[in-house]
């Protein structure tokens, strides 16, 4: 064979050695590509999830806020009025069957100026596990923000409360009984109405001081907001009190 052939046969070899070269930093890039699309793809949904949990969240503490508002200054604030105390110090009722009579145990009720108010009852699941708060009906368990309070939110969908009467807490013999408890329950949607965000508090109205509490030093409970957490396992823990046993639904007004 002359020279001219081998060296035809050795420039086809290297042309076809740089040929699998590039090919192989191709396909190598190409991977790199799909995986840094990937991980952009991922940080977008993880930012668009993040942004929709924020305004969930943000709308379910108006809830709360507008709950606060609802038994202090709303329409029906004369519901959750406590009256003053006959002596220095309250006898805290801790009855498990104790109720307020705007509230009827075991039920939410759902019309009137009643709506959304709730009391658990003895033998079963704390009430606010039953509430469907995807339920927007006019004769739904649950109270939209502003109903009672004409407050006013610009969102796709309202939060959602519930206002569950407490039994008081007895407290030291020289101390007032904690009365006057309510426990809201609110739900807030994002700007998808997906997945809402379930906050919840314990809040308590102040009762007008007795005339013989007048200058005592009896220590007075504290009011407003005593307590708040979110509640990241809703549907599992409603699906749990569902199965337990089936809400009832009230129509009292």
């Known amino acids: 064979m002359s020279r001219r052939g081998i060296g035809c046969r050795a420039f086809a070899a290297q042309r076809g050695l740089a040929l699998v070269v590039t090919l192989l930093a191709l396909s190598g890039m190409m991977m790199l590509g799909m995986s840094a ?7 977008t949904r993880i ?8 305004h969930a969240f943000y709308a ?10 609802d038994i202090v200054h709303g329409s029906r604030a004369t519901l959750f009025a406590q009256p003053p105390a006959s002596a220095p110090v309250a006898v805290a009722r801790t009855d498990a ?10 039920i939410c009720q759902r019309n009137g100026t009643r709506q959304g108010l709730c009391q658990s009852a003895p033998g079963q699941p704390p009430i606010w596990l039953t509430i469907n708060f995807d339920d927007d009906s006019v004769t739904a368990p649950s109270v939209a923000h502003g109903t009672f309070t ?10 959602r409360y ?17 009365d006057g408890l309510y ?3 609110a739900a807030g949607y994002g700007p998808t109405l997906r997945q809402p965000v379930i906050l919840q508090s314990v809040y308590r109205r102040a009762r007008p001081a007795a005339p013989s509490e007048a200058g005592s030093a009896t220590q007075r409970p504290p009011t407003g907001r005593l307590s ?4 990241t396992t809703w549907d599992e823990m409603r699906a749990d009190a569902i199965r337990v046993v089936l809400p009832v639904d009230g129509t009292a007004d």
């Open 97 to 106: 069957a104790y109720t307020r009579e705007p509230f009827v145990p075991g």
């Open 228 to 231: 708040w957490r979110e509640i």
């Open 60 to 69: 379910a503490e108006a809830a709360l806020a507008d709950a606060q508002r």
């Open 150 to 159: 004409g407050a006013r939110l610009p969102v796709a969908r309202l939060p």
């Open 37 to 43: 699309l990937r991980v952009v793809q991922l940080s």
């Open 183 to 185: 426990r809201i329950t």
């Open 47 to 54: 930012a668009h999830a993040e942004r929709e949990r924020t």
């Open 162 to 178: 519930v206002i569950e009467a407490l039994p008081a807490i007895p407290r030291a013999p020289d101390e007032t009984s904690l």
